[in-house]
């Protein structure tokens, strides 16, 4: 599985004043876009999309756990450190689920506010573990295990596009294992057993199996 990241930039920022009074700020719009092919040249087929919504919200946005970060991070993995908004909902509209993130008074929460109060154009970036082929048409569909690291980062609008997502991370290749994610450096382990004897493989690839459980 790799790490899929993707960039939308049409959100808009609302203001709602609670019960208690307090003001509470949020943004809102197109969080995933499906059955279409996006600038990273990838596709998701709006049923990959529906099941892994269907089983976000449950797990994530009912539990009050739906958290996203400010940047971009690299891993699945999230740091609460840098946790900026709590998503709220999901709903589906069209071939896309529109979104809507309570800003948090976090520490990089507060920074969010400070770039909307500062007009700072502001984006959304999925994070998500998934495999992916390639058609025949020429671009690459994502596959029916995909997972929702969350269902938006929050990232600023530098205007040049390829500045927004990394796309799959070309480099890294996870493994989920008993509910974690667990980065594999697929090219050490190709190197290693391409050195080895015939007779080491088996050895190799054991102690090889046993780095990454240790990871878990």
């Known amino acids: 599985m790799k790490l899929i990241k993707e960039h939308i930039e049409e959100v808009k920022y609302l203001t709602e004043t609670a019960e208690s009074g307090k003001k509470n700020m949020y943004i809102e719009g197109r969080f995933l876009v499906g059955d279409?092919?996006?600038?990273?040249?990838?596709?998701?087929?709006?049923?990959?999309?529906?099941?892994?919504?269907?089983?976000?919200?449950?797990?994530?946005?009912?539990?009050?756990?739906a958290l996203g970060e400010l940047g971009h991070p690299d891993t699945p993995s999230l740091n609460l450190e840098r946790v900026s908004h709590k998503i709220v909902s999901l709903v589906e509209d069209g071939n896309t689920f529109r979104?809507?993130?309570?800003?948090?008074?976090?520490?990089?929460?507060?920074?969010?506010?400070?770039?909307?109060?500062?007009?700072?154009?502001?984006?959304?970036?999925?994070?998500?573990?998934?495999?992916?082929?390639?058609?025949?048409?020429?671009?690459?569909?994502?596959?029916?295990?995909?997972?929702?690291?969350?269902?938006?980062?929050?990232?600023?609008?530098?205007?040049?596009?390829?500045?927004?997502?990394?796309?799959?991370?070309?480099?890294?290749?996870?493994?989920?294992?008993?509910g974690r994610f667990v980065e594999v450096d697929y090219d050490n382990a190709k190197r290693q057993i391409q050195q080895a004897s015939s007779r080491q493989i088996e050895e190799v690839a054991l102690k090889l199996f046993q780095n990454y459980l240790s990871k878990l």
């Open 36 to 65: 279409e092919v996006n600038r990273n040249n990838r596709m998701y087929k709006m049923d990959t999309l529906r099941q892994e919504v269907a089983r976000y919200t449950k797990d994530y946005i009912d539990t009050n756990r």
């Open 99 to 178: 979104g809507k993130a309570l800003i948090l008074e976090t520490p990089y929460g507060q920074i969010v506010k400070n770039f909307i109060d500062s007009g700072v154009n502001l984006g959304v970036s999925s994070r998500a573990m998934g495999s992916v082929v390639m058609t025949k048409e020429g671009y690459n569909l994502v596959q029916d295990d995909l997972r929702l690291a969350t269902a938006a980062d929050i990232v600023a609008d530098p205007s040049a596009p390829g500045a927004f997502v990394q796309g799959i991370m070309e480099n890294k290749e996870w493994l989920f294992v008993e």
